[in-house]
Structure formats: structure tokens, C-alpha cells
């Protein structure tokens, strides 16, 4: 038998069912992560959660199955369970330690594990680190742990309604938006039930579609990118809702559709609540984005004198900017938000109704309108470009990024966080960054205009496929 490999991504483990995501690598994974936590931590209370994917169900009963034979007092969700509401739930029910079975985004052959802490906050690279060196030290006596696994019946907890509630009594307190008539889309993943109940209880007019919880989405990639919403945008523009809501399979992700603007992403998202939660008195200190995060952002705190704090990619990275006092806020572009005053990780549900409710009273388009006119339209694209030992790759060409990219413009600066960034006087940048857990490169961009985002990549790519044919 092979030995088990385990790496931790930036938001967990993943991988494909039956290959790199196994009983055995879900067992390792728990008891590893198990004997970390209760050496550095203590461990008394456990909950393992899952999402809607093939396995997933069985994936946290092994895990609960392992919490078990270490003492613990653990529960497992009654139903296919959002991350950010097991997060919430971790705080609100005082659990040590949680697991959430999921595989976010990816496609439904992919299934994976994510960490949370007893904070709410995704595992810290430190942490995880530590769970990896458990595994490495310790691998022999692990696999002997999880051989024979011994299955008992686990309590199961719900806690949706709470949740709910919870969020209902939160908006209500803050809000009174008109009455709109929103189309909610799960994408048949674990926001089934979620965010349309919570619009109906703030009186809101809301119906779900893509509501059959399904492992395989019905086809469809669970990411709510365009390409998987196009039927909600063109029934927004058509005119028969007055906004939509979409999610990822596990909830944390959010995009939106309004009238007037038409298809939002969180690079479009994100500025409008900076504005509308800081008119509230909600963001006084800061805000976090992340290294690919749209720098509207930036010309938006400049005006309202708050600090910006540029991160890794991760959600981990805004929490801990959020935990260290410098944001009360913060996202990044590939469609996550977090609040300083909610939770900390990224929730797709509370920022799905938050958009609601801005456009219910506000206007999401007015606003963004009004920032658009004062600080210029922002067009962004990405490309992934095949290639192995993407993070070393991308460290090994940065002498040649580096003459190429400076070339390109009246440069500002260079960042190196994150991959490699170059960052004009002209508004402009680039990202090259290699994924920790594909193998792949992925190259970001914004602009003024979408030409100056076409040549910059276009640069980029030919650089890179030079290098890696050449």
C-alpha cells in the first residue's frame, strides 16, 4: 500500500474521490488533525459537518467514528451543513474543534476536508503545517489508530434553525428594505433552505431554484461564476425578479445579479458594501482584500481615510488581518467576504442577504454607479496556464517576470506576498501566482480598460509558455 500524502491548500484539503480523497485519507487527515489540536489546543467537543458531494455523508461519519475513539464529546449535522454556518456554529455552541467535508467550488468528482478552529477561523498555516508533520512523524502509529475503526452512533445537531434566526434578528434590527422580488440560486449545493428562508423572513418575496440537494449538481460546476448563472441573469434583465442570489456548494461564495448592472462579481460586490457598511458605521478601522483583489477597493479607502491591508490569497489571511485590529472587513476576488462583527470566514449566505438588503433601501447599482464615476469602471480577467510545480515555477521565471512586467508601463511597485505582482502608475496590474493545489498558473489582471488587461496577459502568457517550452 502507498503511503498516504496529505497537503493542505489554502483552504483545506481536496482532491478526487477515490484517488486522492479516500476512507483512509479522511481517517489519517482526522486523527492526525486530532492529535494536534488536543497537544497545542485541548480537545473536549467536537462537531464534523458535511455538504451535499458524493461521500460526504460517509467521509464525516468516519471522521466523527475517529473524534469518538479519542474521548471526545462529538456531534455530527442532521443535514448537508454550510461552512460558514458550522463556523457560526462552533461560537455559538462552543466546540473545540470542527471539520467540514466539502470541496467548496470544484467539480462534484472532487470532494476534501476543511479545519476549523475553536475561534470559528479556518486552520492557521501554522496549524496546518502542524497537522502535516503529525502525519510525517507519526505515520505508522496513525495508520495503526484509523485500521480498525470502530463505528458507533454519533448525536446528530441541527443548526440551521438557529442560524437563521440568528441572521433574521441581525438584518431585521438594521434594515427595512422595500419588498423585492429575489431569485435565490444553491446551485442544488448546501445553501438549500438558507438564504431564501432568511429573505422570506425579513419580508422579502423570494424563490429557489436549483433547490434539489444533488452530489452531482445536476451537471453544473458548483461555482457561481457566469457561465454556471446565466438563466439568473437574463431573468433579472427580462425583467421577471428584481435580483438573484448565488452560491458555491458550500456556501461561503456569493455573486449577484441587479437590474441596471446586470451580473456581480465580489470584485463588484465588495466596493458597494465597503461604502454602504461604512456609511452604517460598520468599518471604521480598515479593510483587507487580497493580493487579486480589485484595487477599487484601495481608491474607496483612500477617500474615506481607512487603512488598507493587501494579503496572501485565502480567506485565513483577511481573518487574521481582521483578528490582528487592522479591518473590520474584508474579501477577496474569487467571490468570499468576511466581517469582523459576524464571523471569521467568509459567508455567502449573510453576504448574499446583505446584498439584498443594500438594493432593498441603497441601491447596489446607485452606489456603484456613483464610486465608478468618481474613481473609474474596473475590468478584470484571469487565465490558468498549465503547469507542474506551478509555486516553484513561477519563483524560478521571476528574474524574467521581473524585466518583462517592467517594461510594460510607468511602473509603481512590485509585490511579492503572493506569487508575483506588478502594479502601475496607470491604475493597471498583474498577478502571476502559482496554485498550491493544482497544477496550475494562475495569472490575474484589472485596468482602466479591457484592452490594457488583454495586453498585459497576453505579455504574461507568452513569457511564461516561452519558459516552459524553451
Known amino acids: 500500500m502507498s503511503r498516504v500524502s496529505v497537503k493542505f491548500g489554502t483552504d ?28 497545542k489546543y485541548g480537545v473536549s467537543r467536537v462537531l464534523v459537518s458535511h455538504d451535499t458531494r458524493r461521500m460526504s455523508r460517509d467521509f464525516a461519519m468516519i471522521i466523527a467514528s475517529v473524534a469518538k475513539g479519542h474521548g471526545v464529546d462529538v456531534n455530527v449535522v442532521s443535514s448537508p451543513t454550510p461552512t460558514p454556518v458550522v463556523s457560526w456554529a462552533i461560537l455559538k455552541y462552543k466546540y473545540d474543534l470542527a471539520f467540514q467535508v466539502t470541496a467548496s467550488h470544484n467539480p462534484p468528482m472532487y470532494n476534501g476536508v476543511k479545519v476549523i478552529g475553536g475561534d470559528g477561523a479556518p486552520a492557521k498555516p501554522e496549524d496546518t503545517d502542524g497537522i502535516e508533520g503529525v502525519i510525517n512523524s507519526e ?71 436549483n433547490s434539489e440537494q444533488d452530489p452531482d449538481f445536476k451537471g453544473k460546476l458548483p461555482n457561481p461564476e457566469y457561465d454556471q448563472v446565466k438563466d439568473d441573469v437574463d431573468a433579472v434583465l427580462n425583467g421577471k425578479y428584481d435580483m438573484a442570489i448565488a452560491h458555491d456548494g458550500d456556501s461561503d461564495r456569493v455573486a449577484m445579479v441587479v437590474k441596471g448592472l446586470g451580473y456581480l462579481d465580489a470584485n463588484r460586490i465588495f466596493p458597494v458594501f465597503l461604502r454602504a457598511l461604512w456609511e452604517m458605521g460598520m468599518v471604521k478601522k480598515g479593510v483587507a482584500r487580497t493580493v487579486a483583489t480589485t484595487h477599487l477597493i484601495d481608491d474607496i479607502a483612500l477617500d474615506l481615510n481607512i487603512k488598507v491591508t493587501e494579503t496572501p490569497v485565502g480567506i485565513k489571511y483577511i481573518v487574521n488581518a481582521i483578528n490582528m485590529g487592522e479591518a473590520d472587513m474584508g474579501g477577496e476576488e474569487s467571490g468570499g467576504l468576511a466581517y469582523s462583527w459576524h464571523i471569521p470566514e467568509k459567508d455567502g449566505i449573510y453576504s448574499g442577504v446583505m446584498g439584498a438588503c443594500i438594493e432593498g433601501s441603497s441601491g447596489v447599482s446607485s452606489i456603484y454607479r456613483e464610486l465608478t464615476s468618481r474613481f473609474g469602471e474596473r475590468y478584470f480577467r484571469r487565465i490558468d496556464l498549465k503547469a507542474n510545480d506551478a509555486k516553484a515555477l513561477v519563483n524560478r521565471i521571476k528574474p524574467e517576470l521581473r524585466r518583462q512586467l517592467t517594461s510594460m508601463g510607468d511602473l509603481a511597485r512590485f509585490v511579492e506576498i503572493d506569487g508575483f505582482k506588478a502594479v502601475y502608475k496607470d491604475k493597471s496590474w498583474v498577478l502571476i501566482r502559482g496554485s498550491g493545489t493544482e497544477p496550475s498558473i494562475r495569472v490575474y489582471s484589472e485596468a482602466l480598460s479591457m484592452s490594457r488587461v488583454n495586453e498585459l496577459l497576453g505579455s504574461v502568457e507568452a513569457l511564461i509558455n516561452r519558459l516552459i517550452t524553451g
Open 139 to 209: 505515520y505508522d502509529d496513525v495508520l495503526r489508530s484509523v485500521k480498525n475503526i470502530e463505528y458507533t452512533q454519533i448525536p446528530t445537531v441541527n443548526v440551521r434553525d438557529d442560524y437563521v434566526d440568528y441572521l433574521v434578528s441581525w438584518f431585521s434590527s438594521r434594515f427595512k428594505p422595500r419588498r423585492l422580488k429575489v431569485l435565490v440560486d444553491p446551485i442544488h449545493g448546501a445553501a438549500v433552505g438558507y438564504t431564501v428562508n432568511v429573505l422570506r423572513k425579513l419580508g422579502f418575496d423570494a424563490v429557489e431554484i
Open 12 to 39: 483545506g484539503v481536496r482532491g478526487i474521490i477515490g484517488e486522492s480523497i479516500t476512507d483512509l485519507v479522511i481517517a489519517v487527515i482526522a486523527e492526525a488533525t486530532l492529535r494536534y489540536w488536543y497537544r
